[in-house]
């Protein structure tokens, strides 16, 4: 993994300079700044801030799936802007900004490589990137979460007389009570840890090191750890 220094090098801005004068154009680069605060997170996490302030793992699946998804559309964005220019590059842009947000971390290589270079697809990188998205859906989007659990409740031999409940005394407990249990299933939100956070902020940060740096630096992509020559 490359330290904050190395990584440092990425452009602030990407220019088309008009050089007749007239119109010229940038493109903004904020990727470090998401990096930086998303280190600064995992830092708290790794020293066990989380286990008194839990919120800090819900923080990190937001923070570290922004983190991630700005990186993949600033570098669709560079390759359309360089390619096909402003106001152009906008209208090619926008079907790459689309596409599914697991299907961006496998394409966008291809994609910003000119189809030279492809992810290796089944590297455990690429699936624990996968998986983040997965447990980003289910806690962002979480109508699932909402749900009725279904429990089964003990036979009294209960009978409705005159507007009311009858319970037969025997059927209850010495203490008039009835005992019942529900097995509550869990949020995804009870499932996140420091160890899960800790490796999914590894796989972003190796996914920048092979992906993100070396496009936004003048070296582009070379094979490594994630990426492959396509054939």
């Given amino acids: 993994m490359k330290n904050k220094e190395e990584n440092k090098c990425m452009a602030k801005l990407i220019l088309s300079c008009n050089f007749m004068g007239g119109d010229s154009y940038a493109l903004v680069n904020n990727v470090e700044e998401y990096y930086n605060r998303l280190e600064a997170l995992l830092e708290d996490i790794k020293q066990g801030k989380g286990e008194s302030c839990n919120y800090l793992y819900f923080a990190f699946v937001s923070l570290a799936s922004a983190t991630l998804e700005y990186s993949l559309n600033f570098m669709l964005a560079v390759h359309c802007f360089i390619k096909y220019h402003v106001p152009m590059y906008e209208e090619h842009l926008q079907p790459f900004l689309d596409m599914k947000f697991a299907s961006k971390i496998e394409n966008t290589p291809e994609i910003i490589s000119e189809g030279n270079y492809i992810v290796k697809r089944n590297a455990p990188t690429i699936q624990q990137l996968k998986e983040l998205v997965k447990k980003r ?82 070296s582009g992509l070379v094979e490594n750890e994630l990426l492959e020559k396509n054939q």
């Avoid at 407990?173 to 949020?187: A, P, R, W, Y």
Wanted: contains cysteine; charged residues 20%.
């Fill in 137 to 218: 859906h289910s806690l962002m989007h979480n109508s699932k979460a909402v749900r009725v659990e279904k429990f089964s409740f003990p036979i009294l031999g209960a009978e409705e007389t005159n507007g009311g409940i009858f319970i037969p005394q025997d059927t209850l407990n010495d203490n008039n009570t009835v005992e019942f249990s529900i097995d509550l299933k869990n949020n995804d939100i009870t499932w996140l840890s420091p160890e899960w956070c800790m490796r999914m902020g590894n796989a972003i940060l190796v996914y920048r090191d092979c992906v993100v740096t070396p496009y936004l630096t003048t």
